[in-house]
């Protein structure tokens, strides 16, 4: 059995998805979901859920070696990033290399790098004239979104769709395909 810690500090709805995945599974379980808002959505939907939480400030999360001690207390193996903005202190992507995943709502390497999250990401895409968008779960390295890609998948893009219908189309991707990606992973570590 693994131990996953979930990195959120948006609406979560990602992260519930994980959650409830995991919770009769004999593969993992979310242990912990650290977040770094204290007025974040995700707080409460991982305490409903039973989901330890831990909310870190700027200061907390970079101090060095922290948040990797803090992870080893709790015997955590694996990080899922589910809608979680700073990058990593490089020396918890070195203690948990290979085992840190973050999911992007566009197909990178398009609509990516600081600034490019969420609605910003859509409202790109849509300016772009894009007929097709999707999804991408890949490695975390130091830099925003340009780890080693692990898989993807794509959804069409109508003249009509907005913003707002491109995020729906994609987080439904998201729903579909985290879950099970981060299971594949967790088996094989
Ligand atoms: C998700 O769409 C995720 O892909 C995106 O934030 C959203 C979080 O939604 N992440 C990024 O943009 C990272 N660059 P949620 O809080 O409802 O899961």
């Known amino acids: 059995m693994k ?14 998805r994980i959650i409830e995945y995991f919770m009769q599974s004999p593969v ?5 979901l650290l977040c770094n808002k204290p007025d974040a959505p995700v ?11 831990l909310l870190l400030d700027r200061a907390a999360f970079y101090q060095p070696g922290n948040v990797a001690q ?3 207390t709790r015997s955590i193996d694996f990080i899922a990033l589910a809608g979680f903005l700073w990058l990593l202190p490089s020396c918890l992507v070195q203690a948990f290399e ?6 992007h709502p566009a197909l990178l390497p398009r609509f990516s790098g600081k600034g490019m999250y969420g609605m910003h990401v859509h409202q790109a895409v849509k300016a772009a004239g894009e007929n097709q968008t999707g999804i991408t779960i890949h490695y975390v ?5 340009e780890g080693q890609i692990i898989f993807q ?8 769709d907005t913003p707002d219908t491109i ?8 729903y579909q395909h985290y879950p099970q990606v981060l299971e594949q992973l967790l088996r094989k570590k």
Request: one cysteine or more.
């Open 43 to 53: 707080l409460g939907i991982a305490e409903a859920l039973g989901v330890p939480t």
């Open 153 to 160: 998948a794509s959804c069409p893009i109508a003249p009509e």
């Open 28 to 32: 993992a379980q979310v242990r912990l």
């Open 141 to 145: 390295n130091e830099r925003y979104d």
């Open 70 to 72: 803090l992870l080893a």
């Open 167 to 174: 995020a729906q189309k994609v987080h439904a991707l998201e």
């Open 98 to 103: 290979g085992r840190i995943v973050n999911i």
């Open 3 to 16: 131990n996953l810690a979930i990195f959120a500090s948006g609406t979560g709805s990602n992260a519930r």
